[in-house]
Each structure stands twice: as C-alpha cells, then as structure tokens.
C-alpha cells in the first residue's frame, strides 16, 4: 500500500545541541536503556498499558512503537520524533515528542506530548524541543493550534508551557487512565497567531533563555 506524504513529514529540525528526527528500527537499543533506565521518572505520568515495566520497554517492544509511529506518520495522524543531544561528535538519544491525534480540514489541530531522560531533565531540552516542534507544527505541519494535556501534580511539565507562554484553557477531571487509575489533568493550548508576531516559538524561548541570569 503506498501512502501520499503528510504535510510536514518526514523532517529534521534542530537548535543547538537539540535534535529532533524521525525514528530508526535501529533505535531499539537506545530507546530501550533510556526508558528502562527512567522507571520510577516517567511510569508516574504514562498511560496505563498493564504488565511489566522493562517488557513493554524492551528492544523487542521497540518494534512494534516504531511500526505504530511510523503507521500514524505516514497518515498524516502523527508527527513523532526522536530527541537527540549531539556532544562530542556523538548522537544520544534522550527523550521523546509528538504531534497526535492531528485533526485537519477545519480544526487543524493536534495534541503534544513529551518525556525526557531524567539525567538531562533541567537543561532546556524540552522546552527546545517542544518550541521546534510546534513551530514545525504551525509551520510546514500546517496546524492552527496545539494542545498539551498534563496532571496537575506534573510540576515540572506545567512549567515548561508555561514558561513557553501557553494558555491554560480547562480543567480535565478523569480525563485519562494513567498509573492506574484516571487522573485529572490541565489543558493548555497555543495557535499560531499567538506566537507569529515574535517569530515563532523558538524565538521566543531564545529571548526568554537569554533574559535568564
């Protein structure tokens, strides 16, 4: 079956050391040890799937998130990517992103959602990752508005839309099933028009990282 390309897929885009990029079969490995190795960091604010934690994480899983990603990609549903630092000359894999469940027509929507290896956590990954991401998403992605959706307790989470200057729009209760059971969660949101004026999204995240003693 040949699929037509989505609008904004495949694509790289990256600032600094930050990398964004679709995903490899030969990311197994690295997705896998960065995942098995954030247990106790990420399990408190993921979907419940059920069974065990380094099963649904191992390289074998792996196979069957990239064939998902690559499925939702192709039509045009996703925008999932990889997220890389560069130091040294060397790629690591450290984190994750994307654009879902992306309505077109005349919604032009999409939802994000993100997680980070703890032992970067603080560094600005996220919030230069998502920046890109919802440039890329207004952009060649051609959507109109973005949602993030995040459980109140998620401190660190609420701080990045927020710094990056998301609304928040609605209070969710029960909203998702998540470490088992169903979780509230805060809904933020931004549109295009909101960030057009400075640039984008980047730009703006570059003034504020620079105004930061």
């Not at 609420?158 to 200057?165: H, S």
Request: a positive charge; charged letters at 25%; one cysteine or more.
């Amino acid at each position: 079956m040949r699929f037509r390309q989505a609008p904004g897929w495949p694509a790289v885009l990256t600032d600094g050391p930050v990398t964004l990029r679709p995903y490899r079969r030969s990311d197994a490995m690295a997705w896998s040890e960065v995942r098995c190795a954030n247990r106790e960091w990420l399990a408190p604010w993921e979907s419940s799937l059920g069974g065990d934690w380094d099963q649904l994480n191992s390289p074998a899983t792996f196979r069957w998130v990239y064939r998902d990603q690559r499925r939702s990609a192709r039509t045009g549903e996703g925008m999932p990517f990889a997220v890389c630092l560069y130091a040294d000359g060397e790629e690591r894999l450290v984190g994750h992103i994307n654009v879902g469940n992306i309505v077109r027509r005349a919604f032009c929507s999409g939802y994000v959602g993100y997680w980070v290896d703890r032992r970067v956590a603080g560094r600005g990954v996220i919030p230069t990752a998502l920046a890109l991401v919802v440039d890329h998403a207004f952009g060649p992605g051609g959507l109109h508005r973005v949602e993030v959706n995040i459980r109140p307790e998620n401190r660190p989470s609420r701080r990045v839309v927020e710094k990056l200057g998301f609304r928040e729009e609605a209070y969710h209760p029960r909203y998702m099933h998540i470490d088992g059971a169903w979780r509230d969660h805060i809904g933020y949101a931004m549109t295009s028009e909101e960030v057009a004026a400075e640039g984008g999204l980047l730009a703006r995240w570059h003034r504020l990282r620079a105004r930061t003693p």
